[in-house]
């Protein structure tokens, strides 16, 4: 009964686990107050829910807490047949010296007592068999009911948080999402689990016991009754700071987890500004304060059990000598002593459970209420029925005076048109912060706009159903994502059916095949979780190969040469131009020198276009692309090579 197992400890962890341990720059320590258990905002609300959500397992639960009731019944039956036997000795012995059953058959003797107390002893037998019974199957009905329900919830949180817009994840940390498919599922199950069990068997206890002890003698019924709010009391008070001090601990266990990562993932950092020490220093630090927070946790937990016995021993005695005097005057037996001194011991059980499940109910009711919120969450705007066949889309693409911002309070794009025929390549360059990739991110709907059209082919995104829309496009984006699989995997990512020889044509394009033979397994490298087995460039000339085989109508770069070198670069960009025949495409990108030659050159600052035309026209408006321009190509114009050089001779893949 370690407070260590109940819900509040857990709860602390997952606070640490959203909002991190704040141990930054300079090293400075600053736990989070953890003086406070995680509860529900709204108990009741949230059980009422929580409650109506558990339907589908009704009759499951209803079988489990009815076992679970026969079973605690089953148990407090026995000391109640058992008197009979303690009696039945009793009133034997002032008959026998000898109460060894008898072997001569001319004399049965007390015989008679054996074949009395025999088939009780049996009963007894049988019914703690039948208690365990009967608390193993509610157990495992228990189970397999949690298991249920977690499995139902996580596909209810990930159903919705697919639905839910793109900027939710924009303002929730990532550790949070995660803690809800874990942390908080994990608790309400542990709760249905084990709690809803101990409760139904505790309380069944508890007025069972009171009940038969009332039958058997009032006054002494009465001592081991009073005896209730001071277990209560003792345990309740106990239980309350040994939580707090678990909770302390739990905090310096995630503060010291935090700091272990931060200091070894950093660990270059670290040593190249000769830190170690300081570090060390904070080590040693958290590492004593875990140690004095465990230990007071460790002993209060610890003394919480030896509370409640000695209590209840001191009951015990009490029934002992009251009995005794009870039984001297007749007014009750010796079987009955012997029943209330059981009772009694019965009676403490469940007190010892009860203020931990109250804190697990209590942490279990604030997860419940934090994934009721995801459940809560509003959805992405209908989808559309797309009013034309997509693969006959020819990706003309119209911005028709848009306006977004991420944050109310920020307007980023406040009135923007832009009309690009199909077929065309636009390129969008401007300074970082410019609103380059909020532009695309647009196009693919990632988020609403707040007023004005997007028209691919001359029909609103709106009217696209979100699967279509999105078929439309391959991107290649600034950050790239690949997964734990196989480099063919990662390839075929956007066309899962595509054969081994077309991943391999796409790689080749993408000038990833000759790294790719160079690894141990081909292409059945496996990539290392955040693919770390490969480098920046690697990854994106791997998402370069992906976009190639799905073979899109509209096509996005966002800076998808931004990690490679210049000779590289250049191969891509020969590969992109292949790739780019014919299909509207959006390139993002800062180095100019990239997108000189494209169709249409947008120029953007603070969100709005400021100037458009091609590189020429550009550069002989003399304004802000030419200032960008120039200011680029100051001092390294030698290094750098133009389009134009690509595919002539010379220019071949290594
Ligand atoms: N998810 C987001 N939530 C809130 N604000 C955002 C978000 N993404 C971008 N912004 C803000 O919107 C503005 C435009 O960002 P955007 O990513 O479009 O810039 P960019 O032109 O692509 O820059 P870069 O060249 O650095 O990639 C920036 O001021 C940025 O801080
Ligand atoms: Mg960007």
Redesign the pocket.
Known sequence: MSPNSSGIIKGEEQKNQGGGINIGAGFGVTGPDISNIVKAKNFGATVKRLIKYLKPQYPMIIVMILLAMIGAWFAIWVPDIMKKVTNALVDSLQFFTNIRPSTDPTNPGNNQLYSYIAPVLLTSGSLYVLNSLFQFMSALIAGITSQKLVCRMRHDVKNKLDKVP??YF??TPSGEVLSRFTIDIEMISATIQESINQIITGSMTVVGVTFMMLRIDWLLSIVTLASLPILLLVSSIIVKRSQREFAKQQNRIGELNGFIEEMYSGHQVVKLYNREDESNKIYVKINKELKKATRKAQFLSGIILPSIKFVNNLVYVGICVGGGFRAGSGMITIGDIQALLSYTRQFAQPIENISNIANTIQSSMAAAERVFEVFDLEEMTEEGTTPLVPSECIGEVVFENIAFS??ED?P?IRDLSLFVNAGEQVA?V??????????V?LLMRF?ELNSGRILIDGVDIRSFSRNDLRDLYGMVL?DTWLFHGTIAENIAYGKPNATRDEIIEAAKKAYAHSFIMLMEDGYDTVLKEGASNISAGQKQLLTIARAILKDPKIIIL??ATSSVDTRTEKYVQSAMLNMMEGKTSFV?A?RLSTIRQAAKILV?ND?DIVEIGCHDELMEKEGFYCELYNCQFAGEKDDLFSLEDVGKPGFTQS
Do not use: F, R, V
């Open positions: 793109l900027s924009d303002t991420y944050t920020k980023l969008i401007g300074p970082t912060g410019a609103g380059k990739t909020t532009l991110n988020y600034q966002d800076e993002i800062h953007m969100g």
